[in-house]
């Protein structure tokens, strides 16, 4: 299981949803769960919005990020452990 970024959204105007999918789908193919969203294009403060309780279980059923998932949640202090 990966969480990672699905793409929504126009050619020019981008935003993305945080899905938890089995890591064998494609990028934008059938997800398990949304657990947030992320707007580039947005000011700093709309930019990203998660559901941190459902990540962290998710996390520790051993969900992996992928690299720029794990940046964002770094970025709002949602600890990343490996049990």
Request: no cysteine.
């Amino acid at each position: 299981m990966k969480i990672r970024l699905k793409r929504f959204g126009t050619r020019q105007r981008p935003f993305y949803r945080l899905v938890v999918v089995d890591s064998r789908r494609p990028r934008d193919g059938r997800s398990i769960e949304e657990v947030g969203l992320y707007h580039p294009i947005e000011p700093e403060e709309k930019q990203v919005r998660l559901e941190e309780e459902r990540i962290r279980d998710w996390l520790k059923r051993g969900a992996i990020p992928s690299p720029t998932v794990r940046r964002i949640l770094n970025k709002h202090d949602i600890a990343i452990t490996r049990s």
